[in-house]
């Protein structure tokens, strides 16, 4: 029999029919009907081909050929058993593995990673920078990206999508925003930077003015390092922190993003 046609349901039934010679103790066991036990035992008759259950005076027996294939069977699902511990290991694994922008994780992600830390001295961070990099080539938890949405993934917004002019003079431009050229003029802009963090740093140095997105540039704001040249105003994107169900589902990763979220 192909392991892709193995009826798993129905040997887990003939398991615990077979552990309590009861069909009323296994539905017990296994939260359904004993008419639902019964009808696969029959099921699983019919596709080996054998009986499985006796039904004598005393109660239910088990055939020889029931017999013969218990222990191995019971072998499996400890094997099954392993291999689902196995594959939840990363659910209490410490280690946390993070793909954010460099500009972002300097402003505003180090600090709380570092106050998380403080309350969770045993887990360590592994932070790749780049927001585009394969959640599965970088075996990646989580990532933050500076983008309209989710898309495919689960995620949460880490603040709002709005952005800020700081600085005064000539634009500054950045892979975020090239305003006011637009992806055609860029060339034309006197400054040109690699990304936000950048441009509010230039801004900073008395170099031009730039918008950005309110949540890089709130830290430099609050402790004077940059001047603000406009009230805040929406914006297309935001930083949301992603990733994939399977990972988003996990105990570790609920907690951290519990922390990066709260209020």
Not at 33 to 57: N, W
Not at 198 to 214: L, N, T
Not at 215 to 237: D, F, H, K, N, Y
């Amino acid at each position: 029999m192909k392991r892709t046609h193995l009826p798993l349901n129905a040997l887990r039934v003939f398991d615990a029919a077979a552990r309590h010679l009861s069909f009323t103790r296994a539905a017990d066991e296994l939260a359904v009907t004993p008419a639902a036990v019964g009808q696969q035992i029959r099921a699983l008759e019919d596709l080996l081909g054998v009986v499985l259950f006796r039904r004598t005076s005393k109660g239910l027996e088990l055939t020889d050929e029931a017999n013969a294939g218990l222990e191995a069977l019971r072998t499996g699902f400890f094997h099954f058993e392993d291999a689902v511990q196995a594959m939840q290991a990363g659910q209490s694994s410490h280690v946390y593995t993070i793909a954010a922008p460099r500009d972002f994780v300097v402003a505003w992600l180090a600090d709380r990673l570092a106050a998380f830390r403080a309350e969770n001295p045993q887990i360590r961070y592994v932070l790749v920078d780049g927001e585009m990099t394969d959640f599965t080539e970088a075996n990646l938890d989580l990532a933050v990206r500076l983008a309209e949405g989710p898309g495919d993934l689960e995620g949460v917004a880490l603040g709002p999508a709005e952005r800020v002019t700081v600085g005064d003079g000539e634009w500054i431009a950045w892979p975020g925003d090239l305003a006011p050229w637009g992806t055609e003029g860029q060339e034309s802009a006197p400054i040109i930077v690699g990304d936000a963090g950048q441009a509010i740093a230039a801004a900073a140095a008395g170099m031009g003015r730039a918008r950005v997105p309110s949540m890089l540039a709130s830290g430099w704001i609050e402790q004077g390092r940059v001047v603000v040249s406009g009230p805040a105003e929406p914006a297309r994107l935001a930083y949301w922190l992603v990733a994939p169900a399977p990972q988003w589902r996990q105990k570790k990763v609920k907690s951290l993003v519990a922390f990066l979220t709260q209020s």
